[in-house]
């Protein structure tokens, strides 16, 4: 059983940056991949990127690989999202997730958080 809560969502213009965290309670973060998610209003979840248990490896959707980083601090219990050069259509609201085993889909994941709102203006 764990807790997640993301913070650090806001309204930016087009080529700006936020930094995204996701804080959790419960059970150790090192015992799960953790990633992040994005659903825009009428749309499907989809996959952002994921983390392995240490850090040590990382998967990118290609909508956002070159311009996000994901990363986690396992003795803070918080994963991170660095977003830069963002885009209009990066506007939705971010998720985080925890689950046992390296995978994309939404429906594998076993935790989530209630998710933070990120606006991108042109």
């Known amino acids: 059983q764990v807790q997640l809560v993301e913070s650090g969502g806001g309204l930016v213009q087009a080529g700006g940056s936020l930094r995204l965290s996701c804080a959790a309670s419960?059970?150790?973060?090192?015992?799960?991949?953790m990633g992040w998610f994005r659903q825009a209003p009428g749309k499907v979840r989809d996959f952002v990127a994921y983390?392995?248990?240490?850090?040590?490896?990382?998967y990118y959707a290609d909508s956002v690989k070159g311009r996000f980083t994901i990363s986690r601090d396992n003795a803070k219990k918080t994963l991170y999202l660095q977003m830069n050069s963002l885009k209009p259509e990066d506007t939705a609201v971010y998720y985080c997730a925890a689950t046992r085993v390296f995978t994309t889909k939404v429906d594998e994941y076993d935790y989530w958080g209630q998710g933070t709102q990120v606006t991108v203006s042109s």
């Open positions: 983390i392995s248990l240490t850090g040590v490896s990382t």
């Open positions: 419960g059970r150790t973060l090192s015992n799960y991949v």
